[in-house]
């Protein structure tokens, strides 16, 4: 029960923690990250691999977070970007 409570009560601290910090469609992206971290939890310690499909999809959530946090904060103009995937990273970003 108090593992529960507990659990409930920091749960949605943290949840409103993050709204009075960054957008709400940011907040709900990071959401998403719990199912990865779940998977590469249980592939850490009890050795169950992924399907291919698992990885692709884990792998699509991971980019589409990078490109909701660069819109939150995006690069002053005429920042060069020290990341090799430019085009895709650029792509993320809204026009302006």
Same mark, same amino acid.
């Given at each position: 029960?108090?593992? &529960?409570?507990?659990? &409930?009560?920091?749960?949605?601290?943290?949840?409103?923690?993050?709204?009075?910090?960054?957008?709400?469609?940011?907040?709900?992206?990071? #959401?998403?990250?719990?199912?990865?971290?779940?998977?590469?939890?249980?592939?850490?310690?009890?050795?169950?691999?992924?399907?291919?499909?698992?990885? &692709?999809?884990?792998?699509? $959530? #991971?980019?589409?977070?990078?490109?909701?946090?660069?819109? #939150?904060?995006p690069e002053p103009r005429g920042a060069r970007s020290?990341?090799?995937?430019?085009?895709?990273?650029?792509?993320? $970003? $809204? #026009?302006?």
């Amino acid at each position: 029960m108090y593992a &529960t409570v507990f659990g &409930t009560v920091l749960g949605w601290f943290l949840w409103f923690y993050a709204l009075n910090h960054v957008s709400a469609g940011v907040a709900s992206l990071n #959401a998403l990250a719990i199912p990865v971290i779940a998977v590469v939890a249980a592939w850490a310690q009890l050795g169950e691999r992924p399907p291919a499909g698992e990885l &692709t999809g884990m792998l699509l $959530t #991971a980019v589409r977070w990078h490109c909701s946090h660069r819109i #939150a904060a995006p690069e002053p103009r005429g920042a060069r970007s020290g990341n090799s995937l430019g085009g895709l990273i650029r792509g993320c $970003t $809204t #026009a302006g």
